[in-house]
């Protein structure tokens, strides 16, 4: 007699999808009624809002009927079961109730609980969380509690990601949430691998912040923005062998001592802008294979210079806005192949800028502004999707040549005044399609304004050609075609005239210290308003011809 063999449905059912390729997903069980009932009267414990602006999309769904399954509700999960493992209330208008939600304190399933953006302004977090002993995921953030943080929270053990954090105080909140004490309050956390506190007051822990973190070996996402923070970046966070994000922001009591972090491998995301530094940065940091974002921008009294930099660097943001750093850019900046953002604006950076520059295809944001940098702009026509150009406020010399801006069809802002750029403004730079905003002000362009045809879509709505050597009639074509001018500065130029009869510019443009202008007709428009006292001015004696006929104007002043 042959053997039978038994197998069970649930062995079959994996072996036969594996065997004929079915994909498989894994389906709740039916809710218990048990679960249920304690969903409603946690339901019926909170307080909603009734505000338009923000109607309930979860709570107001759920449904008391028989039929009704809760594991379907929106913001439910369960496991097959049918016990309720996870609750997704962000963004639910919440205003009260929370402390009473008996039901939502004995979902002893729970694993996972967001009540993120909720509008519990001054309210206190309810100790009872702490009977959620099974949660690894609790997300309170940006609900508006205050007070202190309950210790019981610190008795969730299985906790794998806790964010606590705060409202930003800017934002006309005067609550706060605090840590009276965070090392009692970590010591027993040590499966967190991400941790939260932004905005929560940390003050009471002094220069002893380190040191609490140290209790946390899995830790990978550290944010502590804006806690009051204190004393040094110290060696205890050198322990975490895993941390892969620092964000410390806006902790101004900080201060250096971070040279350790060079040594953290998984490092990938730095922010320390706004901390109060001081001191020399340490440039090994910069050079961190995995590190992909450095901010360190406002931090007045932060010194450095930038390293040479490996071929396989990950960088993708660099942010020195507002620092010390000085010296000048190493043609090895053109290694950082990944950079999509680059800030270093109001910095000490001298010489020119590396042609290597070329190199940064994924460039999206390049800010050089307010720096020492001389020579010529280096080409950028393989940076197609640069959309931020502002390098004003330097030393940059030459021309720009009309191929500089052919392949650059999604810049949105180019910024290059208070320079010393000569030559013509080549037609190029208005066929841009994407570009809201052109300043090229206070340098040494010269000659006529190119005629403009074609340009009719153009989105520009802000230029200023302002502090030139610009001469000779200003094209009508200016304003027939770029139909989107909300700010036209033509003043302290050398122009001859200035037709727009009919052209129904939306804007009187601005022709201040205009010395050589004897034509000036703007009549037939929409121009609506007082004119301006400077209209007088024009032309130093030289106007010849004015025209402010067929408009929408209130009042116009006699010349002194």
């Known amino acids: 007699m042959r053997p039978i063999l038994l197998l069970s449905w649930p062995f079959l059912i994996p072996f036969l999808a594996n065997y004929f390729g079915i994909h498989m997903v894994l389906v709740s069980g039916q809710c218990q009624s048990d679960q249920q009932s304690l969903l409603l009267q946690m ?80 309210f206190q977090i309810p100790s009872r969380l702490g009977n959620l002993t099974n949660l690894t995921y609790l997300n ?98 050198a322990k975490l062998r895993s941390l892969s994000v620092i964000r410390l922001h806006y902790n101004y009591g900080l201060s250096s001592g971070a040279e350790f972090l060079a040594n953290l491998t998984n490092l990938k995301a730095l922010d320390l802008s706004e901390c109060g530094l001081q001191g020399k940065f340490p440039e090994k940091i910069l050079q961190v294979p995995t590190l992909e974002t450095l901010d360190l921008s406002i931090n007045q009294l932060l010194q450095g210079s930038l390293p040479n930099f490996p071929k396989n660097s990950s960088l993708r943001n660099l942010i020195l806005s507002g620092t010390g750093f000085s010296g000048t850019l190493p043609d090895s900046i053109g290694n950082l192949e990944n950079l ?8 000490n950076f001298t010489g020119p800028i590396p042609p290597s520059m070329a190199n940064l295809t994924q460039l999206f944001h390049m800010d050089f502004s307010s720096n020492h940098f001389s020579g010529r702009i280096p080409s950028l026509h393989k940076s197609r999707n640069l959309n931020y150009l502002d390098i004003s406020f330097n030393n940059l010399s030459g021309g720009i040549s009309s ?104 804007v009187i443009p601005i022709l201040k210290n205009q010395s050589q202008l004897s034509v000036l007709d703007i009549s037939n428009n929409q121009i609506s308003g007082e004119i301006p006292n400077w209209i007088w001015e024009v032309g130093s004696g030289n106007l010849r011809y004015l025209n402010l006929s067929h408009n929408l104007i209130v009042s116009l002043q006699e010349p002194c």
């Open 403 to 506: 191929t500089f801006w052919e392949q650059l069809v999604n810049l949105n802002l180019v910024l290059l005044s208070h320079n010393l750029l000569n030559g013509s403004i080549p037609r190029s730079l208005f066929l841009l399609p994407n570009l809201e905003m052109l300043r090229l002000s206070n340098n040494q362009f010269e000659n006529q304004l190119p005629e403009l045809s074609n340009v009719s879509s153009s989105v520009l709505f802000d230029l200023d050609l302002s502090g030139n050597r610009l001469e000779g009639p200003v094209p009508i074509s200016l304003f027939f075609e770029l139909r989107n001018l909300d700010t036209l500065d033509l003043s302290s130029n050398k122009f001859s005239r200035l037709r727009l009869a009919s052209s129904k510019p939306r």
């Open 140 to 237: 309170l953030s940006q609900g508006g509690f205050a007070g202190k943080i309950p210790i019981e929270i610190s008795s969730l053990t299985r906790l794998v990601t806790l964010d606590l954090s705060g409202r930003e105080r800017s934002r006309g909140f005067s609550g706060r949430i605090e840590i009276p004490n965070l090392s009692l309050f970590l010591q027993n956390l040590t499966e967190l691998r991400e941790l939260h506190l932004d905005q929560v007051d940390l003050s009471a822990s002094g220069t002893e912040w380190c040191k609490a973190l140290s209790f946390l070996p899995n830790l990978q996402v550290l944010s502590l923005s804006g806690c009051d923070l204190s004393g040094p970046i110290n060696h205890y966070l």
């Open 340 to 347: 999509t953002r680059v800030e270093v604006r109001r910095c």
């Open 43 to 122: 339901k019926n414990s909170f307080i909603l809002s009734n505000h338009s602006v923000y109607p309930s999309t979860k709570l107001s769904q759920w449904s008391s009927h028989q039929s009704s399954d809760c594991c379907d509700w929106n913001g439910v999960r369960c496991d097959e079961a049918g016990h309720v493992i996870g609750l997704d209330l962000s963004r639910e208008p919440i205003i009260g109730g929370l402390e009473n939600a008996t039901g939502l304190f004995n979902l002893q399933y729970l694993q996972s609980l967001n009540l993120g953006f909720t509008f519990l302004d001054g």
